[in-house]
């Protein structure tokens, strides 16, 4: 995991991204946006503040970590 200042993302890889913005945002878009990247690489930023930064997180590291989240709870 690296912010994109420092992970080696080609330039405009992050503008060419397909963002997604979280179905869990609340009005107040408080919330993360995951950007696939061409590489095939995984990007999450702030949603409204896209000067704090962005995590890069090889293919296989996203996939890892989507297998591992637990159900959201029943309603």
């Known amino acids: 995991m690296t912010q ?3 992970s080696g993302t080609p330039d405009g890889e992050l503008s060419g991204a397909s963002w997604h913005k979280s179905s869990y945002s609340g009005a ?3 919330c993360v946006e995951r950007g696939r990247l061409r590489s095939g690489r995984q ?3 702030d ?3 896209h000067t704090r930064g962005t995590l890069v997180f090889p293919a296989e590291a ?6 591992h989240i637990p159900p ?3 309603d």
């Open 62 to 67: 996203w996939s890892h970590f989507l297998t």
């Open 43 to 45: 990007a999450v930023r």
């Open 28 to 30: 107040d878009n408080g």
């Open 4 to 6: 994109d200042s420092v």
């Open 72 to 74: 959201p709870p029943p």
């Open 47 to 49: 949603t409204t503040d």
